[in-house]
């Protein structure tokens, strides 16, 4: 048994280094609902982090929380592996006919673990294994999770230094060069893949976010992911879209892909998929690359029924009709014009987002980290993003209230001009 002196702190004491959000918010949290967390001495703070994309329907959602206690006082299964469950079952029904079915999309659906990354995992896997072949193009600045697959086609230098091995079958590739360059094609990764001379061999498959969320909320115009599209086509490589963080209605409609028009061959979703902060994660692909053995790719927490419960209600809630989309889209414009007006006068900043994913992108990223740690005080939550946490990432529930929104936008604005001078 390790002994430890009694400590007034005890994360510090006892857990491990590792730990990075506690230290850009110093306290202690208690209870939350809707957009609110409270520390326990009861300070509010009004959330415009949403657990990383995890909370789009806010804390302790009441339909979703009504649900969940239903289904445990009833004592339904809590811990099922991928037995056969009615709790999956209604979320698989619930899921083809809300969102599946009307959208056109033929996937079948895989449960690959908890995580976020276990999503990333199995599409790698799959498409290795329905193309036979070992490497996988990602983009720079992309983030698809830390477990070493996934981590070989995520581009931070520090994260990837933390593998401690060689991060291999992973080429990366420029993102969509939005707002710098506006070149529509793919010019030096086409003109790999077609010269004989080039070294390259044939990827089995691009994986790619439509806006990369820890990147640096940086923005794929429609027309360069249609581009893409076509070149998967064109040279035979499957096509993943990783919406784990921008999946779940983040930029508007459900899958951040519709408004391009594409239909990916694999689509990873976790986050805010079980609506409620517990863990939930699906692998989506076409029904003829189902070539999985049965128990090939296994693990024990692919089904946990009450994520299932919550999942289901949330589609129930929020995806049986167009409202919620509607009014992310109509916040974007909100959004967009708030953080124009706060930046208007400050030298150097960028402003881009899609739905309610938003960041302001700062030239000194010490002035990043100032603006949430001066949000904090304010008592408003917000991270930095980017490869250089250049960027504040702007993230409130879809839920949020029309009041709360106004309220943080207007609270990021008095960080930002009280930083001015730091
Ligand atoms: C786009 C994307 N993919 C994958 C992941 C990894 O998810 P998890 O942290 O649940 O493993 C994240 C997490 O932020 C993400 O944003």
């Not at 990783?242 to 983040?250: E, K, N, P, S, T």
Request: negative net charge.
């Amino acid at each position: 048994m390790v002994m430890t002196q009694p400590d007034a702190n005890v994360f510090e004491t006892l857990e491990s280094e590792v730990r990075s959000y506690c230290r850009s918010w110093p306290t202690v949290f208690d209870h939350a609902h809707g957009s609110r967390l409270h520390d326990e001495k009861n300070r509010p703070y009004l959330d415009f982090f949403s657990g990383a994309g995890a909370l789009n329907y806010g804390h302790n959602n009441p339909v979703l929380k009504r649900a969940l206690l239903d289904y445990l006082e009833r004592d339904g299964v809590t811990h099922a592996l991928d037995m056969s469950t009615t709790a999956k079952r209604t979320f698989l029904e619930t899921f083809q006919e809300i969102v599946l079915a009307p959208r056109a999309l033929p996937y079948k659906v895989m449960f690959p673990g908890p995580g976020g990354t276990n999503a990333v995992e199995a599409a790698l896997k799959l498409a290795r294994k329905v193309k036979g072949r070992e490497s996988v193009v990602f983009f720079a600045n992309a983030f698809h999770g830390m477990s070493l697959g996934s981590l070989a086609v995520t581009g931070n230098a520090f994260k990837r230094a933390g593998a401690g091995i060689p991060l291999v079958h992973a080429i990366p590739m420029p993102f969509d060069s939005h707002g710098h360059d506006r070149a529509p094609g793919f010019p030096w990764f086409e003109q790999m893949l077609t010269s004989a001379g080039s070294g390259l061999d044939t990827p089995a498959a691009v994986i790619v976010e439509t806006v990369q969320g820890e990147g640096g909320i940086n923005v794929a115009r429609t027309e360069w992911l249609r581009g893409l599209a076509e070149l998967c086509r064109h040279h035979d490589m499957l096509l993943i879209v990783d919406d784990i963080q921008m999946g779940c209605g983040r930029t508007g409609p459900f899958f951040s892909f519709e408004e391009s028009g594409i239909t990916p061959d694999i689509v990873t979703l976790s986050k805010s998929l079980s609506g409620y902060g517990l863990p939930m994660a699906v692998t989506l692909f076409r029904p003829e690359l189902d070539i999985w053995r049965p128990g090939e790719h296994n693990g024990t927490f692919r089904g946990v029924s009450p994520a299932f419960v919550t999942a289901t209600a949330a589609l129930e809630e929020y995806w049986r009709d167009g409202r919620l989309e509607k009014q992310t889209l109509a916040r974007a414009d909100q959004v967009e014009q708030a953080l124009n007006a706060v930046t208007a006068d400050e030298p150097a900043t960028q402003v881009r987002g899609r739905g309610l994913a938003w960041g302001v992108e700062f030239a000194d990223p010490a002035r990043a980290g100032a603006v949430c740690a001066r949000a904090f005080e304010l008592g408003l939550l917000m991270e930095t993003s980017g490869p250089r946490d250049e960027v504040v990432k702007l993230f409130p529930p879809l839920t949020i209230g029309d009041e709360e929104l106004e309220e943080g936008l207007t609270l990021f604005g008095r960080a930002v001009r009280e930083t001015a001078r730091l």
